[in-house]
């Protein structure tokens, strides 16, 4: 039976296609991993992604991804962002923090430094030697010129 179906498949030219050969119940399966979902089995339908293959993680400053809130009476956490020679607040773009949480560590310092637990002029001497959350020389988001 096989010969005569090689047979009846012979060209003109005297080639036998072999695709045509394979056994009806042997039919060819997708791809094992499929990363997308369709409407319908038919290949016409548009591919609807699940998720952006090309995203990037989304950044968070320091203080939204750990979930702190600034607190004037937390006066060690508020000296990290305060420089140790001037006692000025360092600019966003080398703490890497978002406009918020820039704004609320700026206000608590001003009440801590009013309340009198920070300096005005200079960092606290027992917080020199902190773990630094950034690297003050080397912005985060450095200025584009």
């Given at each position: 039976?096989?010969?005569?179906?090689?047979?009846?498949?012979?060209?003109?030219?005297?080639?036998?296609?072999?695709?045509?050969?394979?056994?009806?119940?042997?039919?060819?399966?997708?791809?094992?991993?499929?990363?997308?979902?369709?409407?319908?089995?038919?290949?016409?339908?548009?591919?609807?992604?699940?998720?952006?293959?090309?995203?990037?993680?989304?950044?968070?400053?320091?203080?939204?991804?750990?979930?702190?809130d600034p607190d004037y009476k937390n006066v060690q956490l508020l000296s990290q962002f305060q420089s140790p020679y001037t006692g000025r607040v360092y600019g966003r773009n080398i703490t890497g923090l978002c406009k918020t949480r820039h704004e609320q560590v700026e206000r608590e310092?001003?009440?801590?430094?009013?309340?009198?637990?920070?300096?005005?002029?200079?960092?606290?001497?027992?917080?020199?030697?902190?773990?630094?959350?950034?690297?003050?020389?080397?912005?985060?988001?450095?200025?584009?010129?």
């Amino acid at each position: 039976m096989i010969c005569g179906v090689r047979s009846s498949l012979r060209s003109a030219r005297g080639y036998v296609n072999k695709g045509a050969l394979v056994a009806p119940t042997a039919t060819r399966s997708a791809a094992p991993y499929k990363h997308y979902t369709t409407s319908a089995d038919n290949n016409d339908s548009p591919v609807v992604l699940k998720d952006n293959p090309f995203a990037k993680e989304r950044v968070q400053c320091v203080l939204c991804k750990h979930g702190i809130d600034p607190d004037y009476k937390n006066v060690q956490l508020l000296s990290q962002f305060q420089s140790p020679y001037t006692g000025r607040v360092y600019g966003r773009n080398i703490t890497g923090l978002c406009k918020t949480r820039h704004e609320q560590v700026e206000r608590e310092i001003i009440k801590a430094q009013n309340a009198g637990f920070m300096p005005t002029y200079h960092k606290a001497v027992e917080f020199l030697n902190d773990p630094k959350l950034f690297d003050p020389e080397k912005a985060i988001r450095p200025h584009k010129y």
